[in-house]
T-cell receptor, first 116, second 115 residues
Framework: DAGVIQSPRHEVTEMGQEVTLRCKPI?????LFWYRQTMMRGLELLIY????????DSGMPEDRFSAKMPNASFSTLKIQPSEPRDSAVYFC??????????????FGAGTRLSVL | KNQVEQSPQSLIILEGKNCTLQ??????????LRWYKQDTGRGPVSLTI?????NTKSNGRYTATLDADTKQSSLHITASQLSDSASYIC??????????????FGSGTQLTVLP
């Protein structure tokens, strides 16, 4: 398996534009997580899905952020409209369990977003 | 409030030397503690996972220890290599509903191994 695949690797956009980040989890994994990482705040969990259903979105910062998982092999994180403070690295991770003991999350390489 | 504190914030060592990274937590009720390695420009990779009943776990040259009484964990790296240069992140999971919201992340220790 190629692991968790994220696209694009880098995204530069202007304030106010819509941004869509994409993720393909590892086949057979039924949990998918979206994280944001910044120097100031470190890693933060935004939202996670189980069997394509959003379970906990309490980490989503604002209504400008939305995430979908239309099927088991694809998820998107959308920011509309984007703001400079959204600049960060966004990671997608997948696992066969949630946060149960011994569960391992496998991370993608991340999307580095810069909002000018 | 659940917190995870890591120290030092950054560390520079010479290749071949050993080092120890620290993680103190106040997460309760405790479920498990994970150490991740994150190379620059890459996603975190799991090194070890320890539950309450485990006080040591090894993964090659990496050995993690856990003292659930003092709520401290350490990650010991033996005979460091240049490829060990990375950020090491401690993540503690609280038990309960099983929601991923129960995860508390440390801010990481940036390790640099010099030749």
């Amino acid at each position: 398996d190629a692991g968790v695949i994220q696209s694009p690797r880098h995204e530069v956009t202007e304030m106010g534009q819509e941004v869509t980040l994409r993720c393909k989890p590892i086949s057979g994994h039924d949990y998918l997580f979206w994280y944001r990482q910044t120097m100031m705040r470190g890693l933060e969990l935004l939202i996670y899905f189980n069997n394509n259903v959003p379970i906990d979105d309490s980490g989503m910062p604002e209504d400008r952020f939305s995430a979908k998982m239309p099927n088991a092999s694809f998820s998107t994180l959308k920011i509309q409209p984007s703001e400079p403070r959204d600049s960060a690295v966004y990671f997608c991770a997948s696992s066969t369990q949630g946060t149960a003991a011994k569960n391992i999350q496998y991370f993608g390489a991340g999307t580095r977003l810069s909002v000018l | 409030k659940n917190q995870v504190e890591q120290s030092p914030q950054s560390l520079i060592i010479l290749e071949g030397k050993n080092c120890t990274l620290q993680c103190n937590y106040t997460v309760s009720p405790f479920s498990n503690l994970r150490w991740y390695k994150q190379d620059t420009g890459r996603g975190p990779v799991s090194l070890t996972i320890m539950t309450f009943s485990e006080n040591t776990k090894s993964n090659g040259r990496y050995t993690a220890t856990l003292d659930a009484d003092t709520k401290q964990s350490s990650l010991h790296i033996t005979a460091s290599q240049l490829s060990d240069s990375a950020s090491y992140i401690c993540v503690v999971s609280a038990s309960g509903s099983g929601s991923a919201r129960q995860l508390t992340f440390g801010s990481g220790t940036q390790l640099t191994v010099l030749p």
